[in-house]
């Protein structure tokens, strides 16, 4: 049984493992320790820095339709709320009460619309006129456009200045009193440590890849972990 005190480990700094984390910090757990191979503290979630993890994006597309699964739908409208909490919070802060590459004007949830389009291997002719056109006609809309292989538009996405919502996820951690071991080796998971009870086999704490253990009374984790010796 958990209690308040327990020593919760979360392995996976991404937005399921901040999530949970920050669900639980609000529900009253004061030990929970996120780890996590990336320094996110350094790079901010920065997908040209280093961090491969899925929730390191330029961004991230919100959608609410899910066809006949209400279920999918609800949690998403849930989700809306929050989000459009934190963009108020965020307006609402100064820029010192904000973590770093944050600003009180910066929206975490752009609420632009969805536009649905088909699924091809291939670009299809439609599209590769429509940029041909803009660049000719329209070359500033067309800077707005971005083909991946294209190595102008590539070197131009490099430049946009994006807003990480992870960023702000760890920051409203940190201030619930998460802790957070990130980078390498320190940071990195290698193994469960289990204990023996009753011919049954209980996880009771992660290693990590600098040697250390970290004793747990619950250990979750959080996305598509990597052992070290795993190749990616
Ligand atoms: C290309 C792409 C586009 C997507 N687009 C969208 C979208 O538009 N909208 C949307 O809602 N969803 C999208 N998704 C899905 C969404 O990104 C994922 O569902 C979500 O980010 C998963 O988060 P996570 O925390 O579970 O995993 P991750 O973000 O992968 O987090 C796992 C973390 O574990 C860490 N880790 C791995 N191995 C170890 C180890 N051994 N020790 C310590 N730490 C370790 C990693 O560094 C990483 O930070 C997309 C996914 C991808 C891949």
């Not at 399921?16 to 503290?41: E, K, V």
């Not at 991230?60 to 899910?66: G, I, T």
């Not at 609800?74 to 904000?98: F, G, M, P, V, Y």
Request: aromatic share 10%; net charge negative; hydrophobic share 35%.
């Amino acid at each position: 049984m958990l209690s308040q005190d327990s020593q919760i480990v979360i392995v996976g700094g991404g937005v399921f493992g901040l999530s949970t984390a920050l669900w639980l910090a609000r529900s009253g757990h004061r030990n929970i320790t996120i780890f996590d191979r990336c320094a996110f503290d350094q790079s901010f979630y920065d997908p040209h820095n280093g961090c491969d993890g899925a929730s390191a994006d330029i961004n991230k597309v919100f959608r609410m339709a899910y066809g006949k699964q209400q279920c999918y739908q609800d949690l998403a409208i849930e989700a809306r709320a929050i989000w459009l909490s934190w963009n108020k919070n965020i307006e609402e802060s100064t820029s010192s009460q904000l973590p770093s590459g944050l600003e009180p004007d910066d929206k975490l949830l752009h609420e632009c619309g969805n536009y649905f389009l088909a699924e091809g291997p291939e670009l299809c002719d439609f599209y590769k006129e429509s940029l041909d056109l803009m660049e000719k006609t329209a070359p500033d809309v067309r800077k707005t456009q971005f083909l991946k292989g294209n190595a102008l538009d590539e070197e131009k996405l490099r430049k946009i200045d994006p807003k990480w919502a992870c960023v702000y996820a760890r920051f409203l951690c940190e201030q619930l009193g998460v802790k957070f071991v990130l980078g390498q080796p320190q940071g990195v998971f290698s193994s469960f440590v289990y204990e023996n009870a009753n011919r049954e086999k209980k996880i009771i704490g992660i290693k990590t890849a600098d040697g250390q253990r970290h004793a747990a009374d619950l250990v979750i984790v959080a996305g598509n972990v990597i052992r070290p010796s795993e190749k990616r």
